[in-house]
């Protein structure tokens, strides 16, 4: 089971990493199907795969096929599917496992969770990477896979998925969006965003080492009512930026009165 073969459905941001990860651990990497050729032909060079943009054209002796597009478009992909061999997984938070297991013998759930830009380099040996699988033997499988790029490997069912997607919605893309609002605040200004750095990696540092619920401050935290009607009597020129502080100060009010 420690070499196994791949074929990667998808040339995305996830395919991208794991593709080229396995490819550097010395998994075979057979076929990388896209629906725009040029994407498939980028990474297929990278891990010395051939590149396909037709699902007619699927390799059909992979020991794994990973499907790794658009949570939506999972479904239309595994509909016209039926491999007479080999584990079929999709690396989506959302899709349940079930939605697979028509289109092959053996399916799985291959989750990183970690966030992926295609063009940006990450350790994935430090990506938590979350199976579940429709046998054990296929698990087992799955398991010696993930650990040829990752020390995390966490058995984690559909429904446990979901509810780590919408924590790391929470945790990565709402954290994002609220640096976001930040770096346009002070943007409008006429201020850069590098002047919150420190604070910045000083709030990460916090939270290292501690319970982000241990660590709140902040005028919503101190019930500072006066520094609150402030705030908001400032942002009353950007309706948006006005709305999440409001909603966010009620939240935290509410979790810490
Ligand atoms: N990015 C992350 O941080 C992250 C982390 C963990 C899990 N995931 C999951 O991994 C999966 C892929 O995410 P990603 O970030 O790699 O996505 P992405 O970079 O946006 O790439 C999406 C891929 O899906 C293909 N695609 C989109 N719509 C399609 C359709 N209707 N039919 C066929 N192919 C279609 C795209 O093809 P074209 O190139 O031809 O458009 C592309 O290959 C998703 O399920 C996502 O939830 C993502």
């Known amino acids: 089971m420690s070499s196994q073969s791949v074929v990667f459905i998808g040339a995305g941001n996830v395919a991208t990493h794991l593709a080229k990860g396995f490819y550097q651990a010395g998994v075979d990497i057979l076929q ?7 994407k498939a032909k980028n990474l297929a060079d990278q891990v010395d795969a051939q590149p396909a943009d037709d699902l007619n054209s699927l390799m059909k002796d992979a020991d794994v096929y990973v499907v790794a597009v658009q949570d939506d478009a999972v479904q239309n992909i595994v509909k016209d599917l039926s491999l007479p061999r080999g584990t079929l997984v999709h690396t989506s938070g959302t899709v349940p496992l079930s ?18 830009r295609a063009d940006q380099e990450l350790d994935l040996t430090q990506a938590p ?10 698990y087992q499988q799955l398991k010696a896979l993930a650990s040829t790029i990752s020390n995390q490997i966490h058995p984690v069912d559909s429904e446990q998925r979901k509810t780590i997607h919408i924590a790391a919605v929470f945790l990565n893309n709402f954290t994002n969006h ?46 500072d009512r006066q520094v609150i009607t402030e705030h908001l009597d400032r942002l009353k020129n950007e309706p948006e930026l006005q709305a999440v502080y ?12």
């Open 32 to 38: 990388i199907i896209n629906r725009h050729f040029d």
């Open 99 to 116: 939605q697979l297991s028509n289109a092959a013998p053996e399916s799985g759930v291959f989750y990183p969770l970690q966030t992926f």
């Open 246 to 257: 409001r909603v966010l100060t009620e939240s935290i009010q509410r979790k810490y009165s």
């Open 178 to 223: 609220m640096l976001a609002c930040a770096e346009e605040l002070l943007s409008k200004h006429n201020m850069d965003f590098d002047l919150l750095r420190p604070l910045l990696e000083e709030t990460w540092q916090k939270v290292r080492h501690h319970k982000p619920s241990d660590v709140q401050t902040g005028p919503a935290m101190r019930n």
């Open 129 to 138: 990477i979350c199976l579940e699988a429709s046998s054990s033997e296929t």
